[in-house]
């Protein structure tokens, strides 16, 4: 009972406050145990040396506890002299308990870090994401390899899914396979996993969303793959996955988009975060982004969007084996936020003018709390306007 209330509490305060992200430690490094804080309208301020960044989703884990994984990025006057840009980054792990969000009148809510959950000294990880498939909870990651080859920034790069283990009564203990699960293909960003069912069979499958860009991409797409277990999702499966929705199709579906294209004459997409809302129907939650052009003091945005999937007629192709995309519908292409709707926020190592969506928790009350990172060098919480799709919010109240 307390819990509900404490949901349909926590609801009213979302939709009241604007919430950005502040640190109040001075130390240098980020360690275990120090504490970041959510306060309404304050100029983040972080670990001195690390910035924090490109969130996952708050992800629940019991007793009343939200996990989330953070990117923190070394800032730009810590920097080694010969060190590739943006700067090292690291992926932290944190703790909100429901005790922290207790009192929904008072917007300080603290993330107790609990450990540094990929990092090395060479490596880079970045943009993380929490997703549980079957009984396993996946930390994914993009993994980066900088290297300086004759005087200039060379990066290899891909996504990796490690197997997180937490207990609820000592989160702090958790523990991280010492090999991915997973690993995606050369040069592919934002590949992210569901799991579903497929309404013809009534069985459980997998669910992969993917981001080729650049070389014979071009602009990219979101692709999409299905399996019947992890063991099937290889970097072959992740690389040939069905286009599903481009940036023309994405500006066929909102106007809003168009505009982005004949403003910066280029547009890209990515996928984040899906949450199921009902069999064969989901929300995306992704991003949009925009080139900086030569001569620009700011670049054009990268914006929070989301759309829905319906694979209720989802069939694969029985010469390939991968999905059908005629079978596939995406509707409800929306535009979400972009930096302005968060006030000033302060510029990092890489990209102003940037939203970068983290990911979204149903608190099934017809209310969701979405994170983003904000122009690499803080995070904060979505607005709720066009968060939660039409409908979903009546659906609720229903039950």
Known sequence: MYFKKFLNCFAIAILV???SIVGHTASGDPKKGETVTIRAGRT??????YALTNPSKLFPIGNGQYLVAIREQKRKEFMEEN???PGR???GLYLATESSMANPSNTNFNFRRLGTALGHQTLWYEDPSLVQIGDKILLGAVWVDPKIVNGLPQYEL?????????DARRPEKFSISSEPLLVGPPSMKDVRLFEFTDVRTNQKKIGVLT???GGEFGSGYIGLAVADDLSQITPDLILHAPSILTPNQLRDL?????TYFQKHGDLWLGSNDIIIEKPGIMTVYGHVGTPWKNGESIPGPYAAIRFTLDLTDLQLNPLTGFIDPRTVRVSDATHIAEVKDFGKIKDGNVRPNTVFTGGVLDLHNGTRIGTAGLNDDQWGFLPQANLVPPGCAERMQLH
């Open 254 to 258: 909102n106007p809003i988009f168009e």
């Open 83 to 85: 060190e590739p840009k």
């Open 211 to 213: 981001r080729p860009k």
């Open 158 to 166: 891909h996504q990796e899914f490690f197997e997180l283990k937490v």
């Open 89 to 91: 980054s690291q992926v």
């Open 44 to 49: 983040p301020e972080h670990f001195r040396k």
């Open 17 to 19: 406050f604007d919430w």
